[in-house]
């Protein structure tokens, strides 16, 4: 399997710069694996696909102000940083740019020397080992000095930080959103239980290994980048119990599906736990916990378009895909929605 099979060619126009102000008018294009057939609506009908008795699961992480912009410390050139995990309580591996300029040793200055970082160690791909010193509380300076990590196809400005948030975003350390989530007002949430429908959440801090291109020609030799996640008890036998009686677990964005994917056993049930995980889900896997899948659109050639394509066929999710340009449908974070199921 080739790369290049998963590549769509996308007109620039229809990468959403901006956020909608209404979460849910997003357009939402609906995929029913089985025949192919598209049909396409407003994302606040996603209520018309899911029965009483399925379960939504959502991923409650929450995106940190990950991108600071500081300067080192003896030439005073400007050095910008992007947190991308955690490895002991102030000590972050990190993505620094310019590299060259953030040797181990280097001392760098944040927001007038509230925060100051020193580089211990250079590991993989480049990524820098740095460690913070501060007085007071990390989060708050972070949210104070740090701007939110949107990818790099978005030019504009973000007006506000909590547009890159879900409305049920809770647990701290995500690089990037779970933007699948993004649509979801708290009415609708609210509308999905009226139904009968449960929700569940699980946790998957995103890193930007998710997003990285793809830069092998075999596929299966492409290598994910791990992310931390976590599956309560109380969550597990919630979702465990939805499938004993029938109901369809609906999983909401790529990191959910990764993370129950990953929990689940041969035997399709789910543990609780936590963990790293780089599941790397491709055509040709076999899905043990999920029958549904509320996602955004993907960049050409990525392990998302990857994913999306081992539950519904790279032929029909190519030709979706080719429809949705076709019909004009806005792409990636902040775009409109695709409902597989």
Excluded at 82 to 101: A, F, H, N, Q, Y
Excluded at 130 to 151: T, V
Excluded at 208 to 218: A, H, I, M
Aim: proline share 4%.
């Amino acid at each position: 399997m080739k790369t290049s099979d998963f590549y769509y060619d996308l007109p620039k126009e229809l990468i959403a710069q901006d956020p909608l102000k209404d979460r849910s008018s997003s357009r939402l294009l609906h995929l029913n694996p089985a025949t192919g057939e598209i049909e396409h609506t407003v994302f606040t009908h996603i209520l018309d696909y899911l029965n009483p008795g399925d379960c939504l699961v959502i991923n409650d992480t929450k995106v940190i102000p990950a991108r600071l912009y500081g300067h080192k410390e003896d030439t005073g050139a400007v050095i910008e940083l992007l947190l991308l995990k955690r490895r002991e309580k102030d000590i972050w591996e990190t993505l620094v740019k310019p590299g060259k300029k953030a040797r181990p040793g280097a001392k760098i200055i944040f927001g007038d020397g509230i925060l100051k970082g020193e580089i211990l160690d250079i590991v993989d791909e480049g990524n820098r080992l740095i460690q913070f010193s501060y007085e007071g509380i990390f989060e708050e300076i972070l949210d104070k000095l740090g701007e939110m990590p949107l990818p790099p196809y978005i030019t504009h400005k973000l007006q506000d930080k909590n547009r890159y948030q879900t409305v049920y975003a809770k647990n701290e350390g995500s690089a990037a959103a779970p933007t699948a989530g993004l649509h979801f007002t708290r009415e609708l949430l609210e509308k999905v239980q009226e139904k009968g429908v449960k929700i569940a959440h699980v946790t998957l801090h995103v890193g930007l290994g998710t997003f990285r291109p793809v830069k092998v020609d075999d596929v299966e030799k492409h290598h994910m980048h791990s992310e931390f996640y976590v599956v309560e008890e109380e969550q597990a036998r919630l979702i465990n119990d939805t499938k004993k009686a029938g109901g369809r677990i609906i999983s909401v964005g790529t990191t959910s599906c990764r993370t129950l994917e990953s929990a689940a056993g041969e035997d399709g049930v789910l543990r609780a736990g936590s963990g790293w995980t780089d599941i790397f889900i491709y055509p040709g896997y076999h899905f043990k916990m999920i029958d549904g899948l509320i996602t955004n659109f993907h960049l050409p050639e990525s392990t998302l378009l990857m994913l999306v394509s081992a539950l519904a066929g790279k032929e029909k999710i190519m030709k979706a895909y080719e429809e949705a340009v076709k019909e004009r449908y806005r792409f990636f974070s902040f775009g409109d929605a695709m409902f597989i199921g």
